[in-house]
């Protein structure tokens, strides 16, 4: 009779990942001489081959530093496959832009758009026309101007985050 032993599986359901085994995994290693770490990035050894070097992380960067793509081919050749490859792609940067997810066209924050429309502006206006209309809201809506007014106080102190907020984004672009 055989002797029972431990079992991670325990029956139904599978506690384990399917394909999982109980022994070390086996690593495959940079295929760079000397060294020691995991080689997990697949290079080709040559064009058109189905045979891969796998290199760490820092070999991959030094051996695609060092690829060709327009090898063996004239400069004609080289310019045609440039502008046929430019063609094929244009339709993915002409979409790029829906990578945002955002309102907008992904140059501003969902923020931001919200205080240009507090400050009533539209989403392409410049840091100048933003100071121009705090200016001339926070003037319509200041509390000295309009005493005991607490839609006016609100106003106003939602005319002031608005600035804010935009005031931080220009100056984060300016530093960027």
Same mark, same amino acid.
């Given at each position: 009779?055989?002797?029972?032993?431990?079992?991670?599986?325990?029956? !139904?359901?599978?506690?384990?990942? =399917?394909? @999982?085994?109980? *022994?070390?995994?086996?690593?495959?290693?940079? /295929?760079?001489?000397?060294? /020691?770490?995991?080689?997990?990035?697949? &290079?080709p050894k040559s064009p058109n081959s189905?045979?891969?070097? =796998? !290199?760490?992380?820092?070999?991959?960067?030094?051996?695609?530093?060092?690829?060709? =793509?327009?090898?063996?081919? @004239? $400069?004609?050749? &080289?310019?045609?496959?440039?502008?046929?490859?430019?063609?094929?792609?244009?339709?993915?940067? #002409? @979409?790029?832009? =829906?990578?945002? *997810?955002?309102?907008?066209?992904?140059?501003? @924050?969902? /923020?931001?758009?919200? $205080?240009?429309?507090? %400050?009533?502006?539209?989403?392409? &206006? #410049?840091?100048?026309?933003?100071?121009?209309?705090?200016?001339?809201?926070?003037?319509?809506?200041?509390? /000295?101007?309009?005493?005991?007014?607490?839609? +006016?106080?609100?106003?106003?102190?939602?005319?002031? +985050?608005?600035?804010?907020? %935009?005031?931080? $984004?220009?100056?984060?672009?300016?530093? $960027?």
């Open positions: 009779m055989a002797r029972s032993s431990r079992s991670n599986d325990w029956g !139904f359901p599978r506690w384990r990942g =399917y394909g @999982s085994e109980r *022994g070390a995994t086996r690593v495959r290693m940079c /295929d760079r001489e000397g060294c /020691d770490q995991p080689g997990d990035r697949p &290079a189905p045979e891969r070097w =796998y !290199f760490c992380e820092d070999h991959a960067a030094e051996y695609n530093r060092n690829w060709n =793509y327009f090898e063996g081919l @004239s $400069a004609e050749e &080289a310019a045609a496959r440039e502008a046929r490859e430019r063609r094929d792609a244009s339709g993915y940067a #002409d @979409s790029k832009h =829906y990578a945002w *997810g955002g309102p907008g066209d992904g140059t501003r @924050s969902r /923020d931001e758009m919200r $205080a240009l429309a507090v %400050l009533e502006l539209e989403s392409d &206006a #410049d840091f100048d026309e933003i100071k121009a209309a705090w200016r001339r809201l926070a003037k319509a809506n200041h509390p /000295d101007v309009k005493p005991n007014d607490a839609a +006016a106080a609100a106003r106003f102190q939602s005319i002031q +985050a608005a600035f804010e907020v %935009l005031r931080k $984004a220009e100056e984060r672009r300016a530093t $960027a």
